[in-house]
C-alpha cells in the first residue's frame, strides 16, 4: 500500500521540477528578448549618427573642422559598434544571465560634445542648432 503513496510523491517532485525548469526558460526568453531590442536600439544609434557623417562628407566644400569632426564622429561610432559585437560573442553569457560590466571612470564634459558631434548634422538638417557649453572645471 506504500508504493501508490510513493510514486504520487515522485510524481509531485518531477512536476514540480518541471515547472521550475519551465519558469527558469521563460525568465531567459525574456531577458534574450529584451537583450535583442536593447541591442536594436544600441545598433541604430551609431549608424544614424555614421549615415549623418556621410551625408556631411559627401557635400562639396567641406571645412577641414567640419571634415574632421565628422571623420571622428564615424571612428568612435564605428569603435562602439565594434564594441557591440564582441559582446554579442559571448552568447552564452547572455543566456545564463551574465552580462559582465566594465565600470570605468567617464569624463562628462568630453562625452556631452561627442554626444552633440554625434547629433549636430540631423539637428542642422532641421534648421537648427545644438550647442554643448561646458564649464572650464568640468573639462
Keep these: 500500500m506504500l508504493r501508490p503513496a510513493l510514486c504520487r510523491c515522485e510524481a509531485d517532485r518531477a512536476t514540480e521540477g518541471y515547472c521550475r525548469t519551465d519558469r527558469e526558460l521563460v525568465e531567459a526568453n525574456r ?5 535583442l531590442a536593447l541591442l536594436g536600439h544600441e545598433l541604430r544609434s551609431p549608424l544614424t549618427a555614421m549615415h549623418y557623417a556621410l551625408c556631411v562628407l559627401k557635400q562639396q566644400g567641406v571645412d577641414a ?3 574632421d569632426r565628422n ?8 569603435q562602439f559598434m565594434a564594441c ?9 553569457g547572455i543566456e545564463l544571465g551574465k552580462v559582465q560590466l566594465h565600470i570605468q571612470p567617464l569624463n562628462l564634459a568630453q562625452a556631452l560634445v561627442r554626444a552633440a558631434e554625434t547629433v549636430r548634422a540631423s539637428i542642422g538638417e532641421r534648421g537648427r542648432r545644438f550647442e554643448v557649453i561646458c564649464a572650464p572645471e568640468a573639462e
Design 84 to 92: 557591440l559585437v564582441k559582446d554579442l560573442m559571448d552568447v552564452s
Design 65 to 67: 573642422d567640419n571634415r
Design 31 to 35: 531577458r534574450l528578448r529584451e537583450f
Design 71 to 78: 571623420w571622428g564622429v564615424m571612428d568612435r561610432q564605428l
